[in-house]
């Protein structure tokens, strides 16, 4: 028995290497929101409130999870001028040492966001499932090539990330793969 049920795929030399023919590369800006969140409300006049704010620290560093936030007042969203983002928006931190640690997460809830995170929202019918910029985004390594000192991801950079784009159905069947990869290993 062989394996004559695969068709052949044919590949094509790309900058991330070869991929196959009806795969394109293309730069994460051009297919999603890439920004930031805004101040850290300071001084706990405005803690307490009902609106959750997400910070680098609450960002596991394991399992891709967001497992905590803080609880801001109206008043502290109004005067950082503050965005709230939607559920399913993909984080990771962008300034300070913890751009080393390659954290990746989802929002499980709407939320507004420090300015030490990066945020990334899929913009375009290509890349209809946030699922797939995120498997994507857990395997980049954006620090690799920071010096020591104070490490900045600037969003124009970010925005430049090359990234594999395969056919609608491909990244939903990528994305689903990775996804039960991942809850295995939580289970486990």
Same mark, same amino acid.
């Given at each position: 028995?062989?394996?004559?049920?695969?068709?052949?795929?044919?590949?094509?030399?790309?900058?991330?290497?070869?991929?196959?023919?009806?795969?394109? %590369?293309?730069?994460?800006?051009?297919?999603?929101?890439?920004?930031?969140?805004?101040?850290?409300?300071?001084?706990?006049?405005?803690?307490?409130?009902?609106?959750?704010?997400?910070?680098?620290?609450?960002?596991?560093?394991?399992?891709?999870?967001?497992?905590?936030?803080?609880?801001?007042?109206?008043?502290?969203?109004?005067?950082?001028?503050?965005?709230?983002?939607?559920?399913?928006?993909?984080?990771?931190?962008?300034?300070?040492?913890? %751009?080393?640690?390659?954290?990746?997460?989802?929002?499980?809830?709407?939320?507004?966001?420090?300015?030490?995170?990066? /945020?990334?929202?899929?913009?375009?019918?290509?890349?209809?499932?946030?699922?797939?910029?995120?498997?994507?985004? %857990?395997? /980049?390594?954006? /620090? /690799?090539?920071?010096?020591?000192?104070?490490?900045?991801?600037?969003?124009?950079?970010?925005?430049?990330?090359?990234?594999?784009?395969?056919?609608? !159905?491909?990244?939903?069947?990528?994305? !689903?793969?990775?996804?039960?990869?991942q809850e295995s290993i939580e289970k486990t």
């Amino acid at each position: 028995m062989g394996f004559e049920f695969f068709e052949e795929t044919r590949l094509r030399d790309t900058e991330l290497g070869p991929l196959p023919e009806d795969w394109r %590369v293309v730069r994460l800006g051009e297919v999603a929101e890439v920004s930031s969140g805004g101040s850290a409300p300071q001084g706990s006049v405005y803690y307490g409130g009902k609106n959750k704010f997400v910070r680098v620290s609450h960002i596991e560093n394991t399992n891709f999870r967001i497992y905590s936030y803080d609880l801001i007042t109206d008043e502290a969203v109004k005067l950082h001028n503050l965005k709230l983002f939607p559920k399913g928006t993909i984080v990771f931190p962008k300034s300070g040492a913890s %751009v080393y640690l390659e954290k990746r997460a989802r929002l499980p809830f709407d939320a507004y966001l420090v300015s030490h995170l990066c /945020a990334v929202n899929s913009l375009d019918e290509r890349v209809a499932i946030q699922d797939y910029l995120f498997y994507v985004l %857990v395997g /980049a390594k954006l /620090a /690799a090539k920071k010096e020591s000192g104070y490490p900045t991801l600037n969003l124009s950079e970010v925005r430049q990330f090359p990234l594999p784009l395969p056919p609608l !159905e491909e990244q939903k069947a990528i994305a !689903e793969v990775l996804r039960r990869v991942q809850e295995s290993i939580e289970k486990t």
